[in-house]
């Protein structure tokens, strides 16, 4: 029914057509209703072309325009009629296409609810809207309920589905007063949460306003599909001339003028960029604008920050060093977790992944930390304090405290370790031919170390400030280059504004990153990079190959009409055929592909 609906003026036009074959034999009857079709199809294309004047665009309208008034004019009203169904079927199906590419990210709007469950007091509960949710209310999260807005458990245990968010594809366990993330869903038992902000300022909000700007913006082969245009009517209105001149024949003038109407260029790219955009949605990948798409398509040189982008950005623990016998390493390390448990230091959640998730932890007591310093507590009357290094910034001794002093036990070493998918992920890139550079603020021997494991030939630029990677990719540009650039922290917002396209992990929530990116990665593993960029060469790839197919059968056409072999008529199905088919292809689009493809 809403097909149906929408397609209504190409049906109205289709009965006034039928009407005026049907009432073929009263000619005033008929031309009526031929007229009535041709108003109703040509309205619009009349409209188009005055707002195109006014704004000193030159557009293929004049072509379909030309088209309709010669056949009014040469009283071939059957022929117009069929120009005015042809022109409402196209804008019908590219409307029709654009919402069938507008699928996935139709989506994240409609898993939103409209109502969500409030507790009051301990006892009573109201629906309330979604907009009236303030920070500090309890909200009630039944099993398979979406959570609407970021927060905290306030009491147990939680089963959350992350996957529609960080993309994590086993659900995840939260204590209380763990982070409730907006846009996941409960898939354990009913659940209390404390709202830590309102749904417009959650970060699935922000997922949606970044969906909705990547909706606004016009694609870039449809600006160029208009420069294209100035030359394709020149053409089309030359073949006019010298058809008119060599044979005296408006029939076949007409027919030429029907086979160039509408033309595909200006139906093929919008669907295909639109189902770019549709296909990276699915991947968790927001395109904010269809010319991002185009130029990650070309880039000839990628800019990788280094932290939290090919590596993880947090520290593992990688090596313990016994630096004295007195305690075992692995009793070493159950103490030093258990201390950790109390501390918000990095190293801390370390400590307390290498001791093991279900390991029992010992219970200290008169804990002391003093930041800066480490953290200390007493097990059984033995005194142990976790402090820094003195030698390494990237290391913290476990030791022994008593009225003698201080004795350093064991050592753990940490480092921040690479994506499990970072070195595929470049590596595949790389043999596509990109350019591959890593800029980032750690030492030179740190750098290296990390670009040894990735296994390709990369630029490294170490120990460097926002502005001078900025300044970086400024001389990447000005050297001819077209530059990515991929970040995921405030330091790489201006490489990221600076770079022709740029790209921002946000796994959690809004950041300068993601303002300042041109695509959106909802996630943090490497792959999504390389899907990105497949995803758009697919896209510009099927733009220009519905583009060329469709202009190719349109010329073949006019030049057949200009020979006398296609008469107004079939000409006009002929074209409505090549303009159904290229609408057709340019879906495919939407399809997210195999990097096997590109």
């Known amino acids: 029914m809403t097909i149906f609906f929408g397609f209504w003026k190409p049906l109205c036009i289709l009965l006034a057509l039928g009407l005026g074959l049907w009432t073929a034999q009263n000619t005033a009857l008929s031309v009526t209703f ?101 920070d500090g209310m309890i909200l009630v999260i039944k099993k398979g309920e979406m959570i609407p807005v970021d927060g905290a458990l306030l009491e147990g245990q939680a089963l959350i589905d992350e996957a529609s968010v960080t993309g994590e594809a086993m659900p995840v366990e939260r204590q209380a007063g763990g982070l409730l993330r907006a846009g996941t869903v409960n898939v354990g038992e009913t659940i209390l949460m404390q709202a830590s902000s309102s749904f417009q300022t959650s970060s699935y909000a922000h997922l949606v306003h970044l969906v909705a700007e990547s909706q606004e913006q016009k694609a870039p082969l449809v600006r160029l599909a208009d420069q294209y245009s100035t030359a394709f009517t020149g053409i089309t209105f030359l073949l006019c001339l010298v058809t008119y001149f060599a044979t005296g024949d408006m029939v076949r003038v007409l027919a030429v003028l029907v086979l160039a109407t509408p033309c595909p260029l200006i139906i093929a790219a919008p669907i295909a960029f639109i189902g770019g955009i549709n296909a990276a949605a699915k991947k968790r990948i927001i ?40 305690l075992p390493a692995k009793v070493g390390l159950r103490i030093a977790a258990s201390l950790e448990q109390f501390s918000l230091h990095p190293f801390a959640k370390a400590l307390l992944a290498a001791n093991g998730d279900g390991a029992v932890l010992l219970a200290p007591t008169d804990i ?40 350093p036990l064991l050592r753990f070493h940490f480092e921040d370790t690479m994506k499990s998918t970072s070195k595929s992920t470049l590596g595949h890139l790389f043999h596509h031919k990109v350019h591959m550079h890593m800029l980032t603020g750690d030492k030179e021997a740190t750098a290296k170390h990390v670009a040894a494991d990735v296994g390709i030939p990369l630029n490294i630029v170490s120990e460097t400030t926002p502005e001078m990677k900025r300044t970086y990719l400024r001389e990447l540009k000005a050297s001819g280059h077209t530059v990515g650039m991929v970040g995921d922290g405030i330091n790489d917002a201006p490489a990221l504004a600076e770079a022709d396209v ?22 943090s593993g490497m792959n999504m990079l390389a899907d990105a960029y497949h995803i758009a060469r697919r896209t510009v790839r099927v733009a220009k190959q519905a583009m060329l197919w469709g202009i190719g059968l349109s010329i073949a056409g006019m030049l057949g009409a200009a020979l006398g072999h296609i008469p107004p008529l079939y000409g006009s199905l002929l074209q409505e055929s090549i303009d159904v088919g ?17």
């Open 582 to 598: 290229v609408i057709l292809y340019a879906l495919r689009a939407s399809v997210a592909p195999k990097r096997k493809e590109v």
């Open 368 to 407: 002391h930390e003093e930041i800066g310093a480490g953290i200390e507590g007493t097990f059984n009357e033995m005194r142990y304090r976790v402090q820094k290094t003195p030698s390494s910034h990237m290391a913290v001794d476990l030791c022994r405290v008593d009225e003698k002093g201080t004795l």
């Open 502 to 523: 740029s790209l921002a992990f946000s796994p959690e929530e809004q950041t300068a990153a993601t303002d300042a990116s041109d695509i959106v990665l909802l996630g």
């Open 34 to 134: 031929f007229g009535f079709a041709m108003i109703l199809g040509g309205y619009q294309l009349v409209y188009d072309m005055a707002q195109s004047i006014l704004k000193r665009q030159f557009v293929l309208d004049y072509i379909a325009f030309a088209a309709m008034l010669t056949a009014a004019l040469m009283g071939e009203w059957l022929v117009g009629s069929i120009i005015a169904l042809m022109l409402s079927t196209g804008e019908q199906l590219e409307a029709y296409g654009e919402q069938k590419a507008k699928g996935a990210l139709s989506h994240l709007l409609s898993r939103i609810p409209h109502q969500v469950t409030v507790r009051t007091d301990t006892t009573t509960t109201v629906r309330m809207p979604l907009d009236a949710v303030e």
């Open 287 to 326: 395109a904010k604008h269809p010319a991002s798409l185009e130029v990650l398509a070309r880039i000839s040189d990628l800019v990788v920050d280094k932290t939290g982008t090919i590596t993880l950005g947090v520290p593992t623990l990688v090596r313990t060093e016994v630096l004295h016998t007195l």
